[in-house]
């Protein structure tokens, strides 16, 4: 039985919106596979690893059948990329087997049963939805994702947190050293005058919609149950489960009432911590920033006792001030902003610094001292 026989691109694009989530090793093997499902012209692809389910859909579906297997997602990808750009491709089932036929090229991949692939159990309702654009949300989650911490045993951790209320949609992603939050207002006449939603959302969802979303104007629909939250944008619907636990209290750890303040060109300072993190061990990523009137002096050694200095001028005059902070957390935030300059908010030698954006509220960036 035929499924599909459609050009290449048109049967590897939607397969590569689904592979990215797939183990290669699992303790359910069915997992390493995708579950296609034909019902007449319109082919579904779908994938989970139990946490995350992505489903895209194509009309290159041949004939008026309704069938559906599930094949190996990696192999059958690698034997599409492999073939040429421009070539036609026709999938077919037979005997538990899958074949794949492109010109004089044919491979036979092992199939297992559609019955006994695990799909994600959807609630009956969601509690809360909403619409935004996808560059809005891709926005939102690029300007905090990379705050979120890496199996910290603090799970709740290892996410990012999403809080609707009313008009406003906040990220936050935080590590224990750094905090990053970002808000964005929703277009008052799509948004609707929900209760407000805290929830968590697992590192391995967001850096997947980083990898799905583009850069246009097309809507998202979010929708959020107690347990689970669903993407839907384009030919993609994204479904995921949600972190349990209790959130940091973002609010008490982002510092207000600074006093010494000053504003620094991004790119001059991104080049000047590159230059000076040189010096700096994989072990110890230490810089020191020595604040007096109208410059910053940074540097940085290591263990071979060797030194880096750089020195930046800046409109300062709030008494000299000593403080080291891990480089790879500045690097990380400045690689990230696109605006020429940037603010940075001090207390003492013992507090955390402020990160943010002149004339602009939506993003702040906090990042833990570090002893030198």
């Known amino acids: 039985m035929q499924l599909v026989k459609s050009q290449r691109d048109a049967l590897l694009r939607p397969l590569q919106i689904v592979s990215g989530i797939v183990e290669r090793r699992h303790t359910l093997p069915i997992l390493a596979n995708i579950l296609i499902r034909k019902e007449g012209s319109k082919l ?67 199939t297992l049963a559609a019955e006994e692939f695990p799909t994600v159990t959807q609630p009956e309702r969601y509690s809360a939805s909403l619409t935004l654009p996808q560059k809005t949300l891709k926005h939102l ?22 809080v609707v209320e009313g008009k406003k949609v906040v990220a936050v992603a935080t590590d224990g050293h750094r905090l990053a939050y970002c808000s964005v207002e929703l277009d008052p006449a799509k948004a609707s005058d929900v209760a407000r939603q805290d929830v968590i959302i ?69 080049q000047s911590l590159q230059r000076v993190a040189i010096l700096t061990s994989d072990k110890f990523k230490g810089v020191r920033f020595i604040l007096s009137d109208n410059s910053v002096k940074i540097s940085s050694t290591n263990a071979d006792q060797e030194d880096a200095q750089d020195e930046i001028e800046i409109d300062y005059k709030h008494g000299p001030l000593d403080i080291g902070f891990n480089v790879s957390y500045l690097l990380d935030v400045l690689n990230n902003l696109k605006t020429e300059k940037v603010r940075v908010s001090v207390g003492d030698s013992n507090s955390s610094a402020l990160i943010t954006v002149p004339d602009n ?7 833990m001292p570090m002893r030198i």
């Open 361 to 367: 509220n939506d993003f702040k960036y906090v990042v």
């Open 44 to 110: 579904s692809f779908l994938s989970t690893d139990i946490e995350v389910q992505i489903t895209t859909h194509a009309d290159i579906g041949s004939g008026s059948d309704t069938v559906a297997t599930t094949v190996a997602a990696r192999k059958l990808q690698d034997i599409l990329r492999a073939l040429p750009e421009s070539s036609e491709v026709a999938l077919s089932l037979s005997n538990k087997k899958m074949t794949v036929q492109s010109g004089k090229s044919r491979f036979n991949l092992q």
């Open 202 to 270: 697992p590192r391995k969802t967001i850096i997947e919609l980083q990898r799905l979303l583009e850069d246009n104007d097309e809507p998202v629909n979010v929708d959020i149950a107690p347990n689970q939250v669903r993407f839907t944008f384009g030919n993609v619907e994204l479904i995921s489960k949600l972190v349990e636990g209790k959130f940091p209290d973002y609010q008490r750890v982002i510092p207000s009432g600074y006093t010494k303040s000053f504003d620094i060109s991004r790119e001059t300072w991104l």
């Open 141 to 162: 989650f690029s300007m905090v994702h990379f705050s979120m911490a890496q199996q910290d045993i603090r799970y709740y951790l290892n996410g990012l947190l999403l």
